[in-house]
């Protein structure tokens, strides 16, 4: 009776050691990169609640989990679902339902374009973005003279790609009032003949902003779930959104409690009502975050409003634009280190850069974890850079920039301050990590795209050879750790995303082949062919 009550007794210990334990999924048969510390490879992962229980050897799990779904990911490639450092959704959604004017090559196909839509549409209104004439043979601004002459029924209002200049048809210019006398600080009105030529540059925008249609709530909501599934069909499951109102940031808030899941990190605009009680703006859901503030300092390149310590070697007499001044800047810095907000602030040229670092330097006085951000970080002076690290001052770029910019960008800087740019090495080692963006809809919506120009630094075309500024160039471990765990701890979300980790959400993505190991001209080939957030399946190629 001894004997068999011993053997009851191991039978029950053998079984119960032997119970698997219940999960919501499992993948297997994968290479996972989780992008943990040690940058470690698995080959399977189970996920309970949203969120992983478990990630290592295929016959560990298998061995160990019981799953309602098990999936064979037939040798495909896991990773951490992408994160997105620098873009604007919102905006992005709104433009995808407007005229595209992107990849226009003259300002004839732009105006072909106008028409082909004004046929389409029933408005009055015509609104747009796109245009680049640094992509035009004939690379001065254009003037909307055309505009007048064969839309004269229409008001027109084009963005440049980047965001910071208008094209805009003259009845436009009437109702916001602009004539040759109109004269605002942080931007102009560019004139011909003493008349404007319909195009305003950066702080000026804000006067055609004023008076064209504004999207409702309901436009934006509609707009804001097509942006979302383009988003995890690209295998983006965050994103980092610049320039928010409050009334956006609401907006986001409450149709997460609907159909909007993807994870968002919103950096509300700069508006001066906001410095003060900036803390009563804090929010922070599984979907939301909000505590940080994006001040401009200065334009863009493309359309010479960045800010340049020496003139631009392609108009001498310009050294660009500050949109907010140094001690606007320094303003900022003291109001959000009193609140607790992390401070973001678009900085092109070498000029703002400095102006930027050194106000922020004032206020954070030396190391320190407020993980405050310079987005963009275009143009850096040599001198300045050591100040990233000094400050802990994280520089959050986009790759793809450089490899837009790289046909014209020598024209505006010249042979010596064309190397102080987009310095995406450099920078990443002052604090040892660099969190990439698209800056979508400026760039393509594509994470692997970034991966690419960060890496690769060449067009589609393998242009130019050897790429830009090759020495610049990341390689293919941090600029996965660019496009996951980095950002998410831009974001201070590095403790519930960015890696395949225990107890992280369990955003995952499923591409066709090895981004770390396939050759760099099948990089911009890889299919994303799954996306899951909080172990939901959101996108199926």
């Not at 907010?324 to 000029?351: E, M």
Request: hydrophobic share 40%; net charge negative.
């Amino acid at each position: 009776m001894m004997r068999n009550l011993l053997f009851l007794s191991f039978l029950m210990i053998t079984l119960g050691c032997n119970e698997l334990k219940e999960a919501d999924l499992i993948i297997h048969n994968a290479t996972i990169y989780t992008v943990d510390d040690a940058f470690s490879l698995a080959e399977a992962v189970a996920v309970k609640d949203g969120k992983i229980i478990a990630v290592g050897a295929e016959h560990e799990i298998l061995n160990a989990y019981t799953a309602t779904e098990v999936m064979d990911a037939r040798h495909g490639f896991i990773y951490p679902g992408f994160i997105d450092a620098h873009s604007h959704i919102l905006g992005y959604a709104i433009e995808n339902q407007r005229l595209n004017l992107i990849g226009t090559k003259s300002f004839d196909e732009v105006v072909d374009r106008i028409k082909s839509y004004s046929e389409s549409v029933d408005s009055k209104w015509i609104m747009g973005r796109g245009w680049d004439q640094n992509d035009w043979e004939d690379h001065a601004f254009p003037t909307n003279d055309t505009l007048q002459q064969l839309f004269p029924d229409h008001f027109i209002a084009l963005k440049r790609v980047d965001g910071h200049a208008y094209l805009v048809s003259d009845n436009v210019l009437d109702l916001a009032q602009i004539s040759e006398e109109t004269q605002i600080d942080g931007g102009k009105v560019l004139l011909s003949n003493g008349k404007p030529t319909g195009v305003l540059i950066d702080e000026a925008m804000r006067l055609v902003k004023a008076v064209v249609p504004k999207p409702d709530a309901q436009f934006k909501s509609t707009a804001l779930l097509t942006a979302q599934a383009n988003c995890f069909a690209a295998g983006l499951t965050s994103v980092c959104a610049g320039g928010l109102s409050v009334e956006d940031v609401q907006l986001l808030d409450s149709l997460h409690q609907e159909d909007l899941k993807i994870r968002v990190y919103a950096m509300y605009s700069a508006a001066p009502e906001l410095m003060d009680g900036m803390g009563k703006l804090a929010k922070k859901t599984e979907r939301l975050t909000a505590k940080s503030i994006k001040v401009y300092a200065d334009g863009a390149l493309g359309s010479r409003g960045a800010k340049l310590l020496e003139p631009y070697s392609d108009d001498t007499s310009n050294t660009g634009l500050m949109i907010s001044p140094k001690d606007s800047i320094s303003q900022w810095a003291n109001a959000c280190f009193g609140a607790g907000f992390q401070l973001n602030v678009h900085c092109i040229g070498d000029g703002a850069n400095r102006f930027t670092l050194d106000a922020m330097g004032e206020v954070l006085g030396g190391t320190n974890d407020r993980r405050w951000r310079i987005e963009h970080a275009q143009v850096v002076h040599p001198e300045d850079r050591t100040k990233f690290g000094a400050f802990n001052i994280l520089p959050s770029m986009q790759p793809t920039h450089a490899t837009s910019d790289m046909y014209w960008a020598e024209d505006r800087l010249g042979k010596q301050r064309i190397h102080h740019a987009y310095a995406l090495k450099s920078l990443m080692l002052q604090n040892g990590l660099i969190p990439l963006g698209t800056d979508f809809p400026v760039e393509d919506i594509s994470p692997i795209a970034t991966f690419f120009a960060a890496t690769v630094r060449t067009d589609r075309e393998g242009f130019p050879e050897g790429g830009f500024n090759p020495e610049e160039a990341l390689t293919r471990e941090e600029a996965l750790r660019g496009i996951t765990i980095w950002p998410a701890i831009a974001n201070f979300e590095d403790e519930s995303r960015g890696s395949i980790e225990l107890g992280k959400f369990a955003d995952l993505v499923l591409l066709d082949r090895d981004l770390l190991q396939c050759d760099a001209e099948a990089i911009l080939s890889t299919a994303v062919l799954k996306t899951w957030l909080n172990g939901e399946l959101v996108h199926e190629q």
